[in-house]
T-cell receptor
Framework: KNQVEQSPQSLIILEGKNCTLQCNYTVSPFSNLRWYKQDTGRGPVSLTIMTFSENTKSNGRYTATLDADTKQSSLHITASQLSDSASYICVVSDRGSTLGRLYFGRGTQLTVWP | EADIYQTPRYLVIGTGKKITLECSQTMGHDKMYWYQQDPGMELHLIHYSYGVNSTEKGDLSSESTVSRIRTEHFPLTLESARPSHTSQYLC???????????FGPGTRLLVL
């Protein structure tokens, strides 16, 4: 069964600290993996996208890694800011259909305290 | 920010009422999607469209219906709202053959 599991479910950190969010997936055949940021009351916004051949991708203070062999990804946030408080969703796409079926994780709820 | 809009943003309505959630995008995207999301849960695809006059049901069974008469417009209709329909509804769009989806701000629906 194709699934995406994220951990931790929630995380509280102090402003300025770093953190790492985890994503494990069983989706096959794999096409790509995205990390989305969803602010409260808003729709998700894409942060990074990685294909099978990429093992790291950065977007400012956000760095995503991908290990396609172990089917694991992480999102590292450096020098956290209050505006980083949001839900971070891991989304994996398969390549077995024209639609490019997306599998969503439940997200990690990150809270950054001053 | 993506040019995709949803109205209303919040809706409180009584059981049995008919409602239509609006979604419009100005990016010229062929593919459009409706997702349902409950607090702390993953997004579930309920409808999608490849283009004008194309509509398909998603993975999550839904009593809602959709239409795609114009490229930019993808409304979702509930003929008779029930409390079980209380949720957040997210609309998204993407270019043909590309999968990065751009999401609207969502509609939070509460059915009393």
């Amino acid at each position: 069964k194709n699934q995406v599991e994220q951990s931790p479910q929630s995380l509280i950190i102090l402003e300025g600290k770093n953190c790492t969010l985890q994503c494990n997936y069983t989706v096959s055949p794999f096409s790509n993996l995205r990390w989305y940021k969803q602010d409260t009351g808003r729709g998700p916004v894409s942060l990074t996208i990685m294909t099978f051949s990429e093992n790291t991708k950065s977007n400012g203070r956000y760095t995503a890694t991908l290990d396609a062999d172990t089917k694991q990804s992480s999102l590292h946030i450096t020098a956290s800011q209050l505006s980083d408080s949001a839900s971070y969703i891991c989304v994996v796409s398969d390549r077995g259909s024209t639609l490019g079926r997306l599998y969503f994780g439940r997200g990690t709820q990150l809270t950054v305290w001053p | 920010e993506a040019d995709i809009y949803q109205t209303p943003r919040y809706l409180v309505i009584g059981t049995g009422k008919k409602i239509t959630l609006e979604c419009s995008q100005t990016m010229g995207h062929d593919k459009m999607y409706w997702y349902q999301q409950d607090p702390g849960m993953e997004l579930h695809l309920i409808h999608y469209s490849y283009g004008v006059n194309s509509t398909e049901k998603g993975d999550l069974s839904s009593e809602s219906t959709v239409s795609r008469i114009r490229t930019e417009h993808f409304p979702l209709t509930l003929e008779s709202a029930r409390p079980s329909h209380t949720s957040q509804y997210l609309c998204a769009s993407s270019e043909r053959q590309r999968e990065t989806q751009y999401f609207g701000p969502g509609t939070r629906l509460l059915v009393l």
